[in-house]
C-alpha cells in the first residue's frame, strides 16, 4: 500500500460491473433498457453535435436549459416543482456522493437497509464514512424496529431508500413511509426513485413540502440513456444549493445534456415502451412463480427477485449461495447475464426474445439441478 493513501482504502476494491462475460450473451444484469434510443433520435442528435456543440468550449455549467426541462417533465405527474429545485449529475450516482459530502463526510454515518443498491454503501466508505446496515424482513420489508434502534446508537446523518427497492423489486409501503415521515429534521431521507417510470409511484410532492427529503431519478433506466450518465435530484432549493456547491463545476459533458433535453422532448416516444415492459414482467413473473424449485417476489419495477426454493434446496442438498452461485454460472454460460446479489438473483426484463431465451437456459439450467 502506498505510504500517502488513506489506509482504509486498502480494504475497498474498484467497482466492477462486469465480470468477464461469453459474447454474444443477453446483458440482463444492470436494469437498464434492452432498446436502443431510436435512430432518427441518434440521427438528430449527431446533427446537433456538428452544428450546436463547440468541442473547445466547457459546457454550460448550470445545466440551465437542463433543469427547466425536467422541472417541467417532473410536473407533468403531480408536483409543483420548477427548475429550483433540481441538481443535475453525471449519473445519481453522482450526486449521491455529493449527497454523502454535504452530509456526513465528518464523523456522520448512513442507515442502509440490504438487499439494497449497493452504490450508497460502497461511496460511503471511499469517503470514510460509516455505514449502519438494518438489513429487511423477510418480505424486503424493512425491520422498523432494527431501524429505530440504529439511529439511537448512531450519529446517522442520511436513510437512503430505494423506491421500489433494487435488487428486491418492492416500494416503499405505507408504513415505512411513515417511519420516514417521522424522522427528525436532521437527518436527511433520500427516495431513490431510479425506477419511477415503471413503477409509476413517487414520493416527489412531499418531498417538495419537506426540508429533509430529496428524491434522485436517473435517465439511465426507462429514459435508455445509460451511456451518457444523466441523474437528478428533486429537493426544497436549500438542500438543492447544497448539492451545487460541493459538485464538480462541469459535471455534465454538453453532449450528454444534449441527450437528456432530447430524450425529455421525445419522451412520449421513448416511453411508449413501458407498457411492453409491463406486459414481459407479466409474463416472466408467472413463469418463475411456475418453477417449483424458485421463490420469487412481486415486481413494481423492470426487473424481477428470486431465489431457489427451500423444497429445492433441501432436495439438492445444497446451501441458498451454492446453488444460486450454480444458476448464476450456467446462465453465464449459456449467454444468459443476470445478477447473483444480496442472497437472490435479480432478472432484468429485456427484449421479448430475451426473456424467451431466459426461460429457456433457466428451465435447462433448474432441469438439471
Ligand atoms: C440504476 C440505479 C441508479 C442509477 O444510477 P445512475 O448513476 O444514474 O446511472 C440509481 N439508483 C438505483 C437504485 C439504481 O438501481
Same mark, same amino acid.
Request: net charge negative; proline share 6%.
Given at each position: ?26 446483458q440482463?444484469?444492470t ?12 440521427a ?8 450546436q456543440i463547440?468541442?473547445?468550449?466547457y459546457?454550460d455549467?448550470?445545466?440551465?436549459? *437542463? ?15 420548477t ?15 455529493s ?6 463526510i ?10 439494497? &443498491? ?28 432494527a431501524?429505530?434502534?440504529? *439511529? ?9 431508500? =430505494?423506491?421500489?427497492?433494487s435488487?428486491?423489486?418492492n ?13 427528525p429534521?436532521?437527518?436527511? =431521507? ?7 417510470? &415503471?413503477?409509476q ?18 435517465f439511465?433506466?426507462a ?6 450518465r ?5 429537493a ?15 459535471n ?40 417449483p ?11 424481477i ?7 429445492a434446496l433441501?432436495t439438492?442438498?445444497?446451501s ?7 444458476v ?5 454460460q ?5 445478477r ?23 428451465e435447462?439450467?433448474?432441469?438439471? *439441478?
Amino acid at each position: 500500500m502506498l505510504p500517502f493513501l488513506r489506509p482504509e482504502l486498502a480494504a475497498l476494491k474498484a467497482y466492477q460491473p462486469h465480470p468477464p462475460i461469453p459474447e454474444p450473451y443477453d446483458q440482463l444484469d444492470t436494469n437498464e433498457s434492452p432498446i436502443d434510443l431510436p435512430d432518427t433520435l441518434k440521427a438528430s442528435l449527431a446533427k446537433h453535435y456538428q452544428q450546436q456543440i463547440q468541442a473547445n468550449r466547457y459546457p454550460d455549467g448550470g445545466h440551465g436549459a *437542463l433543469k427547466a426541462a425536467i422541472a417541467n417533465y417532473v410536473a407533468e405527474a403531480e408536483a409543483s416543482v420548477t427548475a429550483a429545485n433540481i441538481s443535475v449529475g453525471n449519473g445519481s450516482d453522482e450526486l449521491i456522493r455529493s449527497i454523502l459530502i454535504a452530509t456526513a463526510i465528518n464523523n456522520g454515518s448512513i442507515l442502509v437497509a440490504s438487499p439494497t &443498491f449497493s452504490m450508497y454503501g460502497i461511496l460511503a466508505q471511499t469517503l470514510g464514512i460509516a455505514v449502519i446496515d438494518v438489513g429487511r424482513q423477510n418480505n424486503f420489508q424493512l425491520d422498523l424496529d432494527a431501524a429505530q434502534t440504529a *439511529l439511537q446508537e448512531n450519529s446517522i446523518r442520511v436513510v437512503f431508500m =430505494v423506491h421500489p427497492n433494487s435488487p428486491t423489486a418492492n416500494p416503499l409501503t405505507t408504513a415505512e413511509i411513515d417511519w420516514l415521515r417521522q424522522l427528525p429534521e436532521d437527518i436527511l =431521507v433520500v427516495i431513490d426513485e431510479a425506477y419511477f417510470e &415503471f413503477s409509476q409511484q413517487t414520493l416527489v410532492q412531499e418531498s417538495l413540502n419537506r426540508s429533509n427529503w430529496v428524491v434522485l431519478r436517473t435517465f439511465s433506466k426507462a429514459f435508455r440513456l445509460a451511456a451518457h450518465r444523466v441523474g437528478y435530484a428533486i429537493a426544497q432549493p436549500p438542500l438543492i444549493n447544497a448539492l451545487e456547491k460541493v459538485r464538480l463545476p462541469y459535471n455534465l459533458p454538453s453532449f450528454s445534456q444534449a441527450a437528456a433535453l432530447s430524450a425529455l422532448e421525445h419522451r412520449g416516444q421513448l416511453l411508449g415502451t413501458l407498457e411492453n415492459t409491463a406486459t414481459e414482467r407479466e409474463t416472466m413473473a408467472s413463469w418463475l412463480a411456475s418453477q417449483p424449485t424458485l421463490q420469487t417476489w412481486p415486481s413494481a419495477s423492470n426487473f424481477i427477485y428470486c431465489r431457489l426454493s427451500d423444497k429445492a434446496l433441501t432436495t439438492l442438498g445444497m446451501s441458498q449461495a451454492e446453488g444460486l452461485h450454480h444458476v448464476f454460472t450456467q446462465l453465464r454460460q449459456r449467454g444468459t447475464l443476470i445478477r447473483h446479489t444480496g442472497g437472490g438473483l435479480r432478472i432484468s426484463l429485456g427484449t421479448i426474445e430475451e426473456n424467451q431465451r431466459t426461460q429457456k437456459h433457466l428451465e435447462a439450467v433448474l432441469t438439471n *439441478l
